[in-house]
């Protein structure tokens, strides 16, 4: 398995599902870089991957049985635990404008 191939992508978010008791995921198109799934476990937890195009994003959730939301939905964002790190992170980039 090569990495950042399709066949990686789609067993790193079955990974990720895995260990989160379930995930939804929302694709965002990133221009000329291709697409980032964002991942929401059932618990809170959340993770980012990238993709080649939004396609092989739908494709690899698809395969992995990681159900893609149109949108981000309220529920799913409430649904979302930051981690302290990302706070701080956010807090920093808010305070230096």
Not at 8 to 31: C, Q
Request: hydrophobic share 40%.
């Amino acid at each position: 398995m090569a990495e950042g191939s399709d066949t990686t992508l789609t067993a790193d978010i079955k990974s990720f599902a895995g260990r989160h008791g379930g995930a939804k995921a929302v694709i965002e198109y990133v221009g000329k870089r291709g697409a980032r799934i964002v991942l929401v476990g059932e618990d809170g937890e959340w993770s980012d991957q990238f993709a080649d195009g939004t396609d092989v994003a739908r494709q690899a959730c698809e395969g992995a049985g990681v159900e893609v939301e149109n949108a981000w939905e309220r529920e799913l964002m409430e649904q979302m635990r930051p981690s302290n790190d990302l706070w701080r992170s956010m807090a920093r980039r808010s305070m230096a404008r």
